[in-house]
């Protein structure tokens, strides 16, 4: 179902003390306990039981897996299953950062089987989707996210496709201080929902939650969130202390 939903991308920052107090801090703030908006931190591997189990009780909050390894079980030594990050208590996965398909070479077929992984086990996959600054200079960006959705998501039934999230992150907002425009993201966004619209149908596209992520932060945050076809943000950097995260997070519109 069609949500506002801000994550919290903490890539591989914080300690596990630092992480619990972090945690502790969102998860405490009165002005967005019982907001509408659904908030999930992604931790590392090593502390999402930890985080998971700090906020099995809290509303409207979820833990994430930043990653997930695309079999189920087996001899790969020091990967992590879709199964495990299950039992650890987590919700959600996000898979196709952009960091994992340049630094870790995944490709769209290999996201695939992670997408069905996760589906198997109950995870909700956090798809990422974006251009790079060449292919958007290039004029490509609408066409190379679209190939990113239908090499690895469109073999999914509509049953599947619907417990998907999507997150656009251009790969040149991520980490360097650039957000996209509010007329570029709403621009992929429609586009992305249309597509989405041309595979799946209406009732589906419409209740598609699809997130923006690259330098997503308190000041830019509302603007971008009231875009008709932005539904929340994938956040990094502004992710990582509770004011600023807290400030996104009540960043939507009423
Ligand atoms: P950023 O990262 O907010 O630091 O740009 C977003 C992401 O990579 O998910």
Redesign the pocket.
């Known amino acids: 179902m069609r949500k506002k939903i801000v994550i919290a991308?903490w890539?591989m920052n914080k300690g596990l003390s630092e992480g619990l107090q972090l945690v502790d801090e969102i998860a405490s703030d009165s002005s967005i306990r019982s907001n509408d908006v659904l908030k999930v931190i992604a931790p590392s591997f090593v502390h999402l039981a930890s985080v998971a189990d700090k906020l099995k009780n809290a509303n409207g909050f979820a833990a994430s897996a930043q990653n997930c390894h695309h079999v189920k079980n087996g001899a790969y030594t020091g990967e992590v299953s879709a199964e495990m990050i299950a039992s650890a208590g987590a919700k959600y996965v996000i898979i196709g950062?952009?960091?994992r398909r340049q630094y870790f070479n995944e490709n769209n077929e290999l996201l695939a089987q992670k997408v069905n992984v996760a589906l198997a086990n109950n995870l909700v996959p956090v798809f990422?989707i974006g251009e790079n600054l060449t292919e958007r200079n290039a004029n490509q960006h609408l066409e190379v996210v679209t190939r990113q959705m239908k090499e690895s998501l469109y073999h999914l039934l509509p049953a599947d496709f619907s417990k998907v999230i999507i997150?656009y992150?251009p790969v040149w907002?991520?980490?360097?201080g650039v957000t996209a425009t509010v007329h570029q993201a709403q621009g992929m966004h429609n586009h992305i929902r249309s597509e989405i619209n041309k595979k799946y149908g209406k009732e589906v596209s419409s209740a598609t939650s699809i997130l923006y992520?690259?330098?997503?932060?308190p000041q830019n945050a509302r603007e971008l969130f009231a875009c008709i076809d932005v539904d929340g943000g994938?956040?990094?950097?502004?992710?990582l202390n509770a004011e600023d995260f807290i400030a996104v997070i009540k960043s939507f519109g009423s």
Do not use: Y
């Open positions: 991308n890539k950062h952009s960091e990422c997150a992150e907002a991520i980490g360097t992520g690259g330098s997503c932060n994938l956040i990094g950097g502004a992710s």
